[in-house]
């Protein structure tokens, strides 16, 4: 967090407020939302498909009318792919896997599908996505309420609930601008 707020600092210089046309500029965030979803696509299967007719696939016949259901989370983490693929690392996507991107070429990384049953809201999603967490991040200094390590069990309600205090980063101006 602290890393993406310095560079949005040193982009925008807090005298404004972000738009999307600096997003490109902001390196560290977008490998900050590769990662993140990664490790927690927007669904973590993919839309039914259905065999249209009989094939082999990795050596298994399968038949025709055989409804299929990829779990992108596994592909997502697959430790033959990915080193230490539960671990939330960075780096990866400035070094190793800097070529990868979200629009469904690279099959180890498809948060949003491929071919021609990608997500078709993928562009505004992750624009969005961008927009809105970096318009956080550079309005708002974030601190965990207490020193415990936050539980990042993946459920629907969270056992541990996260609870952090918000602090303004910006001149009470900019607020008014937004």
């Not at 046309?21 to 560290?28: M, T």
């Not at 590769?34 to 490790?39: D, G, I, Q, S, Y």
């Not at 299967?45 to 298994?60: A, K």
Request: proline share 5%; charged share 25%; glycine share 4%.
């Amino acid at each position: 967090m602290e890393k993406v707020q310095e560079e949005i600092d040193i982009h925008v210089r807090n005298k404004r407020c972000i738009n999307e046309f600096d997003i490109n500029k902001l390196v560290y965030l977008q490998v900050v939302v590769k990662e993140t979803l990664r490790l927690y696509p927007p669904s973590s299967l993919s839309g039914i498909r259905e065999f249209r007719e009989d094939c082999f696939l990795g050596g298994y016949h399968v038949s025709k009318g055989t409804r299929l259901l990829t779990n992108l989370w596994k592909i997502q983490t697959d430790p033959s792919i990915w080193e230490d693929p539960l671990e939330f690392k960075l780096e990866r996507f400035l070094t190793t896997h800097k070529e990868v991107d979200v629009k469904g070429n690279h099959f180890e990384y498809i948060p949003f599908g491929s071919g021609r049953r990608i997500c078709p809201e993928i562009s505004f999603g992750i624009r969005t996505t961008h927009l809105t967490l970096t318009s956080f991040l550079q309005c708002f200094e974030l601190s965990k309420a207490s020193s415990e390590p936050i539980d990042m069990t993946a459920v629907n309600i969270k056992v541990t609930p996260l609870k952090v205090l918000i602090k303004p980063r910006l001149s009470s101006l900019l607020y008014k601008a937004m």
